[in-house]
Each structure stands twice: as C-alpha cells, then as structure tokens.
C-alpha cells in the first residue's frame, strides 16, 4: 500500500513540475517601439525601418506571419526568436503615390497565447520639393492630326528658390518647352516663382502606344532634376474594330459570318476599296453606312472550307494618303 501510495506521488509530482516546467517556458512577445514618425520624406524616397519585437519569456517565440495593410509596405522579419532575445521586423514604404501625413500599419501573428497579434505603425509626412499640376501629361490622337498642348504648373512650397533650367523629352514626336508664369497662369494661394512646362504632340508622331517621361531640370536646394510622366495613345487614321477577326472554333455545316466596323477617325472623308484576303473560302463583302466616315466589313466562311486551323489577312485600300491600306489579321479553326 506504502509503494503504491509513494509511486502515486512521484507520478503526480512529476506532472507537476511538467506542467509548472511547461508554463515557464511560454513565450512573451513585447513591443519595444510599435510606432515610429520617420517625419517629412521627399515623395519616391523608400523609407526603411527596423522594429524590435522583445520576448520576455523563456520558450521561443515564432513569428507566423506579417501583413502589411499597404500594398507599398515591404517587411522582412525573424520567423523565430529565442527566450530573453530580441528580434527584428524591417519594413521598407515606397512613397510613390503618397502625399501629406501617412500612416501605414502593419500586422505582426505569433504564437504568444496572450498576445497572438501585434500592430506595428509607421509614419511620415510625404512632400515633393516641387509640385507639379497636373503632374501627367496624356494623349490620344490621330494619326496626322493636331492634338492640344499639355501644360505643366511648377511651384515649390519648400524654402529656396524654384528655377527650371531646361527640358527635355523622351520622344522625337513630342516637343517641350519651358517659361515663368505669367501672373494669369499662376495658381492662387501657391508661394514663390511658377513655371510653365509645355507639351506637345507633333502630327507626325506614330500610330501606338506611348510612355515615358519628360526631365525637367531645375536651379533648386533640394532637387535638380524632375521627371514628369507623359503617355498616349496614336490612333490610325482608318480603324477597324474589333481589330482581329477572330472566329474562333467553328462547325461549318452552315455558313458562319462576323461584322467588323471599319471607321475614319479623320477629319477628310475617305473611299475604301475592293477587299483582299489570302484565305481560301473566306468571302468578304464591304458596306458604306455613313458616307466616308462608316463602313460595314461582313466576312462569310463557306462552308466547303477545309477542316483545322486558318489564318490570313485582309486588305483594303483607301483614299488617305497617311493610311493608304488597311489590313485586318484573320484566324480560327474549322471543325
């Protein structure tokens, strides 16, 4: 009775010292800093800063995961920290985009039972040494045709004097030029000297898409040069939507057909000629909805055409003499 009594109270203090043993060796994650104010950051700086998660207990620590609530908040962490150790949480803010007080957050996860989730702060005051308004340049045009000028308001609110230099741009077609504002041209309630930044799109500029950015150069304390972006899109003169006739997988036991709208974008009415196309069976018919401005482009597959896949183009003549044809890529697949 005396063993079984003595093992029962060895089994029970082994527990015991198991469970206090366990409870000793939790971890305890501590904020050191949770909120820091990096104070005023020039806007497209990347700020860098490095939290300190402190664990006051005496088991590891395992970080889980970080959440940043802002897609511009990168973070590098420590998955684990040691009993009485300290780790690191670095987190990166792009400020691209940003503007005035900000405040990012983001979430720290751990396995500390009495504090699973941490939040961490960074703050800062996003300035540009040199405004701009609008601050883009966009265009969309056609091909051969005049577009309007983009202009540019520079100011600084910062201390110094604002000089712009020079400019340059990006592309051939697109002409800039600089001048001080005109007491007209300048925008109410902003200090000091303004500039005007002028932008233009020449007529000879290509059909397509386009992007980059114009330089500024300045005679400024905090900034010497600045990049403002210009983008647009240089239609053709004739269009035609959608602009791949598609069909797509067909079974031709009857006859399958697609509209296109072929349209002048122009300023002149034009005349569309008889249609080519290099793809056997394919049969093309061209209707005239509006008088040199609208066309109706009817393609019809016979049904004799053979099985597999089909490509092709079309071509139409026209009477512009920047745009003296236009071609239409034709595919699909006869089942």
């Keep these: 009775m005396r063993h079984a009594l003595g093992r029962r109270a060895f089994t029970f203090s082994v527990a015991a010292l198991a469970v206090a043993g366990g409870a000793l060796a939790q971890p305890r994650a501590v904020l050191v800093d949770p909120i820091v104010d990096v104070g005023i950051v020039p806007r497209g700086d990347l700020v860098e800063h490095t939290f300190e998660i402190a664990n006051e207990g005496s088991g590891a620590l395992a970080i889980t995961e970080v959440k940043p609530t802002c897609g ?139 992007a980059d950015f114009v330089s500024v150069d300045l005679d400024h304390p905090k900034l010497e040069r600045l990049k403002i972006p210009i983008s647009g899109f240089v239609q053709p003169v004739v269009a035609v939507l959608p602009r791949v006739a598609d069909f797509g997988r067909k079974d031709l036991s009857v006859p399958q057909s697609a509209i296109l709208e072929v349209k002048n974008l122009g300023a002149a009415e034009v005349t569309l000629g008889g249609v080519e196309t290099d793809v056997a069976g394919l049969v093309a018919k061209l209707e005239e909805v509006e008088k040199g401005r609208l066309f109706r482009l009817r393609l019809t597959l016979d049904p004799g055409m053979p099985k597999g896949d089909f490509r092709g183009v079309l071509k139409i003549p026209t009477s512009s003499r920047l745009q003296p044809e236009v071609r239409v890529d034709v595919r699909g697949t006869i089942l």
Aim: charged share 25%.
């Design 72 to 210: 511009c908040t990168i973070v590098d962490y420590d998955r684990s920290i040691a009993g009485g150790a300290t780790g690191r949480v670095v987190a990166k803010l792009s400020t691209k985009g940003l503007r005035g007080p900000v405040a990012k957050s983001i979430a720290v996860y751990t396995d500390d039972p009495r504090n699973p989730q941490l939040k961490l702060v960074i703050k800062a005051n996003v300035r540009a040494w040199v405004e701009t308004d609008p601050g883009y340049a966009r265009f969309l045009a056609v091909r051969g045709q005049n577009s309007e000028t983009v202009e540019q308001t520079l100011y600084s609110e910062e201390p110094g004097e604002l000089v712009v230099t020079g400019v340059s741009s990006p592309f051939p077609f697109v002409e800039v030029g600089f001048r001080e504002a005109a007491e007209d041209e300048r925008l109410e309630g902003r200090p000091g000297r303004q500039w005007v930044v002028s932008t233009t799109l020449r007529r000879d500029a290509p059909e397509g898409s386009f």
